[in-house]
């Protein structure tokens, strides 16, 4: 029953689950072989005891996290270019009514699935196509940064995301809005969402709320913005009632600061899901206005502790 731990230490997940399937097999068979002795010693009883202890250390280090080979950094490159046709006209008695699409959404556009159309009255705007849901108009998402957006981790997440069809009507700052999937024929897949804008002593002010219910599972999102001579600041919370799944809760808020032509900002979104660690992302970045053109570096750490750094030229004509 001696312990042979001249094992190497395993790097790896699948590795991990070999050394502990063999050590578990070791130390059971160091079990029956002391067993099988009629009337130890006490040196015997000393040893045994002193190798199941080395045994069981081994198989906690093993059951533990295994260590892995640190991500090696890389550099690449993006480029992408996007074509966006827009169309507007207005009947004869002031009927307002308008499309956009891309280039590239053209084919799913001719079946229904991307691009927006919308007519807009007295009764307030009805849109359809690849709209968001109701909440996440009204609530929306904090700043982020980079130029191809770094993973969007400054993006909430939105159950109402296939939503097609939606009604908003605003007035006096005050905007409300509901939403549906047209696709989803048994249960309920509706949202519903409010927000506020107010001007006070040279401070805007912007509040929303949201809600959505898809299925049996229901999402709640608010949050606030606030601007201020060039400093502007968002903080959102969304919680999810997911029925039988985990839970979820989301807060994230950005700060972004503007000065002529120099904009910086920083993000944080935090994400809570029942049964599971805590997440976290973190963003830091700068855009310069160049005129007709825009430079922007972005860093962003993510939930995997990576460091992610872009940065590059945006421009539209």
Do not use: C
């Not at 699948?14 to 050394?19: E, I």
């Not at 295994?66 to 004869?92: C, E, M, V």
């Not at 499309?99 to 001719?110: H, K, L, S, V």
Request: proline fraction near 1%; charged fraction near 15%.
């Amino acid at each position: 029953w001696a312990a042979d731990l001249s094992a190497p230490a395993a790097e790896t997940n699948a590795k991990a689950v070999t050394l502990l399937t063999e050590l578990r097999a070791d130390r059971a068979a160091a079990v029956t072989a002391f067993g099988l002795i009629s009337g130890p010693s006490a040196a015997q009883v000393t040893s045994y005891n002193k190798a199941i202890a080395a045994w069981d250390a081994a198989i906690d280090a093993v059951d533990g996290t295994p260590g892995t080979d640190a991500t090696k950094s890389t550099t690449s490159a993006l480029n992408r270019i996007r074509i966006t046709f827009t169309g507007s006209g207005q009947t004869d008695n002031g009927l307002s009514y308008g499309a956009t699409i891309r280039a590239d959404q053209a084919a799913e556009g001719n079946t229904g699935t991307l691009g927006t159309q919308w007519v807009e009255g007295a009764f307030g705007r009805v849109t359809m196509g690849d709209v968001d849901g109701a909440d996440e108009w009204a609530v929306g998402d904090v700043d982020g940064v980079g130029l191809a957006g770094l993973g969007f981790h400054n993006e909430m997440t939105y159950q109402s995301v296939e939503h097609d069809l939606g009604w908003s009507y605003g007035a006096q700052g005050l905007t409300v809005g509901v939403s549906m999937d047209t696709s989803v024929t048994s249960g309920s897949n509706m949202a519903y969402g409010a927000s506020y804008t107010v001007a006070v002593e040279g401070v805007g002010v912007t509040a929303g709320v949201g809600k959505s219910d898809v299925g049996t599972a229901s999402q709640t999102s608010m949050g606030v913005s606030a601007t201020m001579a060039g400093l502007s600041a968002t903080v959102i919370h969304s919680a999810d009632d997911n029925g039988t799944a985990a839970d979820v809760d989301e807060t994230a808020l950005s700060v972004s600061y503007n000065m002529n032509a120099l904009t910086a900002t920083v993000f944080q979104k935090d994400v809570a899901t029942t049964g599971a660690a805590d997440v976290n992302y973190q963003g830091v970045g700068i855009a310069y206005d160049l005129g007709g053109a825009t430079a922007k570096l972005g860093v962003m750490r993510d939930d995997a502790d990576l460091q992610t750094i872009d940065a590059g030229i945006s421009f539209s004509f």
